[in-house]
């Protein structure tokens, strides 16, 4: 069966910019993660999404992030007026709920803010 | 924030030999999972031990939980070159969030 999968693997853009990352969690998971990764550090939550709705936000760093999941499958992770701190690796993960906490990785989209 | 903490930073090791990584965390948690990771196939959890276990196995991986020192460790046995990777203890406290550490790099020379 399908994995979780990120769009687009690299992304290079401007400082500035408005960039849309993408993850399509695996088929009936309702619960998916968007994380952050530093090079040389560990994953950083962003945020979760239970179903449709975000159940925790709390990790986003600031406004300018925005994530949606209209439909309870794939999710988007926006950023808005990118900055060169924002570069990192973006991680997408599902789960089948947020009550079963083993989580499935996506491969990342790393995002590069020139 | 990063709440775990893994030690070593870096270990290398030759095939067959034992590897032992520590996590240390600060807060209560539900469960603690120890995830791997390499450029070819990105994060991948390996196991999960809940609060109330002390000790579990899976394969060539044996993971041991300490609540009262807020610490586990994870040893694999055997090691093979393709256990060269990140290693990474996650700790989930009462949502869903993983929290994890800095990571441990294991290099195992064949």
């Known amino acids: 069966g399908a994995g979780v999968s990120q769009t687009p693997s690299n992304k290079v853009t401007e400082k500035g910019k408005y960039v849309e990352l993408r993850c399509d969690p695996i088929?009936?998971?309702?619960?998916l993660y968007w994380y952050r990764q530093s090079l040389g550090q560990g994953p950083e939550f962003l945020i979760y999404?239970?179903?449709?709705?975000?159940?925790?936000d709390s990790g986003l760093p600031n406004d300018r992030f925005f994530a949606v999941r209209p439909e309870g499958s794939v999710s988007t992770l926006k950023i808005q007026r990118t900055e060169r701190g924002d570069s990192a690796v973006y991680l997408c993960?599902?789960?089948?709920?947020?009550?079963?906490?083993?989580?499935?990785f996506g491969p990342g989209t790393r995002l590069t803010v020139l | 924030s990063q709440q775990g903490e893994e030690d070593p930073q870096a270990l290398s090791i030759q095939e067959g030999e034992n590897a032992t990584m520590n996590c240390s965390y600060k807060?209560?948690?539900?469960?603690l999972q120890w995830y791997r990771q390499n450029s070819g196939r990105g994060l991948v959890h390996l196991i999960l031990?809940?609060?109330?276990?002390r000790e579990k196995h899976s394969g060539r991986l044996r993971v041991t939980l300490d609540t009262s020192k807020k610490s586990s460790s994870l040893l694999i046995t055997a090691s093979r070159a393709a256990d060269t990777a990140s290693y990474f203890c996650?700790?989930?406290?009462?949502?869903?969030?993983?929290?994890f550490g800095e990571g441990t790099q294991l290099t195992v020379n064949p």
């Open positions: 807060t209560s948690i539900n469960n």
């Open positions: 993960a599902s789960s089948l709920s947020d009550r079963i906490n083993e989580q499935f």
């Open positions: 088929s009936g998971h309702t619960a």
């Open positions: 996650a700790t989930v406290g009462s949502g869903s969030r993983l929290t």
């Open positions: 999404f239970q179903g449709t709705g975000a159940a925790d």
């Open positions: 031990i809940r609060s109330n276990e």
